[in-house]
């Protein structure tokens, strides 16, 4: 069994984490073991393996075409990942200059993933939960610009589809239904 | 005369081959003949002269590596084929881990289209149009689940336009309008 | 330094033009100079020099082949320019036959962008400043049209991230509020 690979992705507090963490929690009972990674860190433990950056701040002072390097390298050694693996990243991020493809071509044709999850909801929903989240420092968004931020992702994601073959999946973490949301990932990652 | 290869995509339920078949018979009269092609049942001769499947169920059993090589093959022998060609296909499919893209990047560069169609209406009227249809056992899906279906279709088809160059036309079906359909799609296949 | 590559795009009508203008008249004060280049006109000058036409008539003639050819020598030409670049083109084109997209993956992976811009407003202030801009003869199109247009500009831009890696800004053009839309594209222009 060759294991499957899933990438799961969403705006920032959409609730993401939770959902992957308790969908891998229920999925261990069931013996459908996963391995979480998080596409961030994973990069950064290869960057220091490699002796390209010794802390997290060096990271962002990369070039482009140590970054793109680098995600060749960490999705290259993602690929060869036994067994089932979910990757927790972003469809893509926002940043001054405008949005960024969180899975560009390059990393895409390497981590040839079986599917892309879209975890989503209401902008309002976001926006509230941004705001009441103190344990984080975000930039402020209206809910305009939140919706703004999921449509690019489905468009990026119909892009990546296209490229790779795999399928995309949208799973709706609504306000007091995530259970839903957690069912539905589980069936997805089964 | 090289002949025009034109994509024709739209959701179930869309009304898509009877704007077609009635597009065709009347460019015939024009004397701006047309073949049709359904690319799933050519994928299945396809799979069939090779000796990959023997019947239409052991298609669906097939590998990913196996489906990939098979989408390829038949594209590759549609892009021989002389004159005008019409590609009945889906832009994405829509299956339980979520949308497929209906023309992954290499199916497109085989089938080089000059143009892809999105046949499309508002998704209350796909839905009314699926519930009346008694001919055909079809998923139950809400009107905001077919909105997602042709949005994903709309972006989709923007990547297809940036990887082949093709052109992206959007026909509305609408009820008691397929006349207008109609006409637009001759204008586009002439 | 190498110059940044910032294409810029809208849909006509949009005001994309003045944009750029006063953008640039206002960052050569703060000593951050661009060129600007019109697409369009930089490929007809080539076609020239390579001589594959001899007026601008003739450009729209040039068959499909020919046309990526001379795309793919315009966007290497560019790309080898030194400083800073603007390239003013448009990320999609309506004709009868669909949207071509402007920035097809043959012209990226030759102009390999830092970002691309798009200028938008709503579909309602677009349809009247084409309908009171006497100077130009335009296609009439609805507002919905409209709306439909600038889309399929998001979802095309999606997938021009996805191959560039480039940033996808959106900057709004709104009326009465043309000095936001100059101030944040000097933002991303510096």
């Given amino acids: 069994m060759a294991g499957k ?6 705006v920032p507090g959409v609730g993401k984490t939770s959902v992957i ?9 069931e013996q ?4 979480n990674i998080n596409f961030g860190s994973f ?10 950056v010794q802390d997290r701040d060096e990271m962002r002072k990369l070039d482009k075409d140590a970054q793109k390097r680098l995600q060749q390298l960490a999705s290259q050694a993602i690929a060869k990942i036994e067994g089932n693996v979910i990757i927790d990243t972003h ?18 044709r390497e981590l040839k993933p079986d599917t892309i999850i879209l975890v989503e909801t209401d902008e309002d929903q976001i926006l509230k939960r ?28 119909a892009a990546y589809a296209t490229i790779t073959g795999c399928t995309i999946k949208y799973i709706t973490n609504a306000d007091f239904l995530i259970d839903r949301a957690v069912e539905e990932m589980m069936q997805t990652l089964r």
């Avoid at 690979?5 to 969403?10: D, E, N, R």
């Avoid at 991020?93 to 990393?107: M, R």
């Fill in 21 to 29: 963490n308790e969908s891998i929690r229920r999925l261990e009972e």
């Fill in 43 to 52: 990069m950064f433990e290869v960057a220091q393996r490699e002796g390209m």
């Fill in 91 to 108: 469809a893509s991020v926002k940043t001054p200059a405008g949005f960024l493809a969180g899975l560009p071509e390059w990393v895409l």
């Fill in 130 to 157: 941004r705001l009441s989240d103190a344990t984080r420092v975000r930039d402020i968004e209206g809910a305009r610009a939140i919706a703004d931020h999921q449509n690019f992702n489905r468009a990026a994601a």
């Fill in 5 to 10: 690979k899933v990438i799961i992705t969403g």
């Fill in 32 to 35: 459908v073991p996963y391995q």
